[in-house]
């Protein structure tokens, strides 16, 4: 088992910047890769960016690609989220999450086999 946790939501104005981070502790040895997710209220949970746990591939949605960036640290057992020039529809609940397996279908959900709790991104207009 792998257990994830998320930090670094908060409230932010239109512009600004987050950083998110979440640290993954358990059989972390098993991980191919990690991702973040969000789910803004009403709307269904969507791809953010995702990163191989080598650090040999990124992906970024295409609504996030040049503000977010996406990053690990192995020796920490950590991924983040830099989130930079924020919208307000960038605001949700970013999940992280972790597969043990390499996919091509990397943007959903359902290939990922662990999830943190979420935090929550708020960006005010």
């Known amino acids: 088992q792998v257990q994830l946790a998320e930090s670094g939501g908060g409230l932010v104005q239109t512009g600004g910047s987050l950083r998110l981070w979440c640290a993954a502790s358990?059989?972390?040895?098993?991980?191919?890769?990690m991702g973040w997710f969000r789910q803004a209220p009403g709307k269904d949970r969507e791809f953010v960016a995702r990163t191989t746990w080598n650090g040999g591939r990124t992906d970024y949605a295409e609504s996030v690609k040049g503000r977010f960036t996406i990053s690990r640290d192995n020796a920490k057992n950590a991924v983040y989220l830099q989130m930079n020039s924020l919208k307000p529809e960038d605001t949700a609940v970013y999940y992280c999450?972790?597969?043990?397996?390499?996919?091509?279908?990397?943007?959903?959900?359902?290939?990922?086999?662990?999830w943190g709790q979420g935090t929550q991104v708020t960006v005010s207009s």
């Open positions: 358990g059989r972390t040895f098993s991980i191919y890769a």
């Open positions: 999450a972790a597969t043990r397996y390499t996919r091509d279908d990397y943007y959903l959900g359902a290939s990922y086999d662990y």
